[in-house]
């Protein structure tokens, strides 16, 4: 199981790889934005992305819809751990297609509790 | 003083100002004094009036350049919906921001402290019993033991595992709770970048004012077209904008309607959702 942590926060990321690992995910890699995580995406290997919402260059909305787009990638689980707690945000990310929805700050239980409802979905 | 109220602009007021100045002089010719002192009080109370349009100007200037720091969907969005205060500026926003960012660094602050509050006792405790029982072993090693006293030191050798494991379970959550702690700085850095913006707009809109009022001469309504309100077009472009690049962590979450309040919010919106 290979993870890929999107966040313009390196202490968000090194959080959630923390936290992952704590999970007993030890695969992680990690990229700044949905512009530098997109090719990295491309490059075929990640199993489940966790992205932040607002960063710069490409937002994590716009990486979740190249995402859906992209018929190597659409079936990628999608987790989005993010600031952003408008109603019509996370409706919009819904629609989109995301997995799961985290807002911060968040607690270790939520995200254990988030990834694992988004396997047992998948299976 | 009829007439003064029509000095509009600059070329007007030097319009009339020759005019005046002609009768002005025309009254002198004439030995008409008091005529004469009438022409210069209107002149100069002209003058006032320019001056008065002027400052007026670009006071209307000043209030629109501060209200377009308001022309954020993010604000009027997330407060016409607090009666009272429709037209909250970025400004007061960006006050709100610091405060909330004095709050999580505080926060983060006194979650880290009182982990390691928590924690120290436990390493404390864990290197007392370690030392103790290293006494018993080495005491055990030295002498000839009796089975009874091999076998306490069993069981209090156990009893010590134990203690390691249990502190070792509490030492590994408050470690978390820290790590977690310090997902402030995410937080913070969106809120100051933020502000950092609206000080660089601000900045910005002062140069504009400062030139506005250089030329005070040549204004002639010119600035007051340049600030006009974006229509709504322009708005709802921005708002999608907004909406796809993000808005930042929310402030006062739980006192704004469309802003969900905590994670089980989210949960309770997506599964209204189907999730």
């Known amino acids: 199981m290979k993870i890929l942590i999107v966040d313009d ?42 992205t932040d919402w607002n960063m710069p260059g490409m937002s994590g909305l716009e990486l979740l819809e190249q995402v859906r787009a992209d018929p190597a990638l659409n079936k990628l689980p999608v987790l989005m751990v993010t600031a952003e707690a408008k109603r019509e945000q996370i409706i919009r990310a819904a629609q989109a297609g995301v997995n799961g929805y985290v807002v911060k700050p968040f607690t270790a239980a939520v995200l254990k509790e988030k990834i694992e409802k988004i396997f047992e979905r998948i299976g | 003083m009829a007439g003064l109220e029509e000095f509009t602009d600059l070329n007007s007021f ?17 030995g008409d004094l008091s005529g004469a002192m009438a022409r210069l009080a209107e002149l100069s109370e002209a003058r006032n009036q320019l001056l008065y349009q002027e400052v007026g100007r670009l006071t209307r ?30 400004v007061a926003n960006a006050n709100e921001r610091l405060n909330y960012v004095l709050e999580l660094t505080e926060g983060a602050a006194n979650t880290t402290m009182d982990m390691v509050d928590a ?19 080495k005491k055990m090693s030295d002498s000839k033991s009796t089975l009874a ?42 809120l100051i970048t933020r502000v950092i913006g609206l000080v660089n707009d601000v900045e910005s809109n002062l140069v504009n004012l400062v030139k506005v009022a ?38 006062h979450a739980e006192e704004v309607s469309d802003v969900v309040s905590g994670q089980d919010d989210v949960d309770d919106l997506l599964s209204s959702l189907g999730f």
């Open chain 1, 9 to 50: 926060f390196s202490t968000m990321r090194r959080i959630i790889k923390n936290l992952l690992r704590d999970l007993g995910f030890n695969n992680t890699v990690e990229a700044d934005d949905g512009s530098t995580a997109l090719p990295v995406l491309k490059n075929g290997g990640i199993d489940f992305l966790v």
């Open chain 2, 14 to 30: 030097e319009d009339q100002l020759q005019g005046r100045v002609k009768e002005l002089s025309t009254s002198l010719e004439n």
């Open chain 2, 214 to 251: 250089g030329k005070v001469d040549s204004i002639t309504g010119r600035s007051q077209e340049e600030l006009v309100e974006p229509s709504s077009e322009e708005k709802a472009e921005e708002a999608e904008e907004k909406l796809v690049k993000g808005h930042g962590p929310q402030v």
């Open chain 2, 61 to 90: 200037g000043l209030h629109e350049a501060i209200k377009a720091f308001n022309i954020d969907v993010e604000n009027s969005t997330a407060f016409q919906t607090s009666a009272s205060d429709t037209e909250i500026s970025e």
């Open chain 2, 149 to 190: 006293e091999i076998k306490d030191l069993g069981r209090s050798t156990e009893a010590f595992l134990q203690e390691i494991e249990n502190g070792t379970n509490i030492l590994h959550k408050n470690f978390t709770e820290i790590l977690l702690a310090q997902g402030f700085q995410d937080l913070t850095g969106q």
């Open chain 2, 119 to 137: 924690s120290m006792p436990v390493a404390e405790e864990i290197g007392e019993q370690a030392r103790l029982l290293r006494e018993d072993w």
